[in-house]
């Protein structure tokens, strides 16, 4: 069963306008842990934002924040002000349990920012 | 002084050859993981070593070997390629601990003709 769902393969989002990336998680450990990574189509894998199952509060990194959800078991990304270098693929992943070293990957979201 | 680094960047090979990719992080992490992206984008782990020890294998075939010499390297394998094999290897490594991303090597793109 997948453990992470991105259910957007694409999105568009107008210059300077805030933009939301679902993801959604199954997991039946209390422990875990989920993060967003970008990738740019020069091809790295960007670290964005991390939010733990225990946080009460949504994690915020600048522009990006993590609309967590915890009884819908959704961690949805919102960009904030996008740019045209927000343009890439979005990923969701989560760790579960702790001192578990796997981490698990969504499809990924490739998001289109429109000048 | 990259945190992740992996050699080569792109690698050109016929069908049948063998061939091996390097990484070495200088993070003084204790994880270091290897994954496939396909061509739809898709991110698979592959292997995880923990203080030279493996603790992942997720069913891959067993042409695919991982060897760490030692922490801060986990270098990558590959015997017979074939055309499947055809992806985009990405290096990476963390601290052990719920809380702790893993930083990724930027990759190497892998053609097998």
């Known amino acids: 069963a997948q453990k992470i769902t991105q259910t957007q393969p694409g999105m568009f989002v107008q210059e300077k306008e805030a933009v939301t990336l679902d993801c959604t998680y199954d997991?039946?450990?209390?422990?875990?842990?989920l993060f967003w990574y970008k990738q740019p189509s020069s091809g790295e894998m960007i670290f964005l934002i991390y939010?733990?199952?225990?946080?009460?509060q949504n994690a915020t990194e600048g522009r990006y924040s993590l609309n967590f959800q915890k009884a819908r078991k959704s961690a949805n990304l919102v960009i904030s002000a996008s740019q045209l270098g927000d343009s890439a693929m979005y990923f969701c992943?989560?760790?579960?349990?702790?001192?578990?070293?796997?981490?698990?990957f969504g499809a990924g979201t490739r998001l289109t920012v429109k000048p | 002084d990259t945190a992740v680094s992996q050699t080569p960047k792109y690698l050109v090979t016929q069908m049948g050859n063998d061939k091996s990719i390097k990484c070495e992080q200088n993070?003084?992490?204790?994880?270091m993981y290897w994954y496939k992206q396909d061509s739809k984008k898709f991110l698979k782990i592959m292997f995880s070593?923990?203080?030279?020890?493996?603790?992942i294998n997720e069913t891959v075939p067993n042409r695919f070997s991982p060897k760490s010499p030692d922490k801060a390297h986990l270098n990558l394998h590959i015997n017979s390629l074939e055309l499947g094999d055809s992806a985009v290897y990405f290096c990476?490594?963390?601290?052990?601990?719920?809380?702790?991303?893993?930083?990724f090597g930027p990759g190497t793109r892998l053609l097998v003709l």
């Open positions: 990476a490594s963390s601290q052990e601990g719920l809380q702790e991303t893993q930083y």
């Open positions: 997991t039946s450990d209390q422990s875990y842990g």
């Open positions: 939010q733990g199952s225990y946080d009460e």
């Open positions: 992943a989560m760790r579960e349990g702790y001192n578990n070293n796997d981490m698990r």
């Open positions: 993070l003084g992490h204790d994880t």
């Open positions: 070593y923990n203080n030279k020890e493996l603790i």
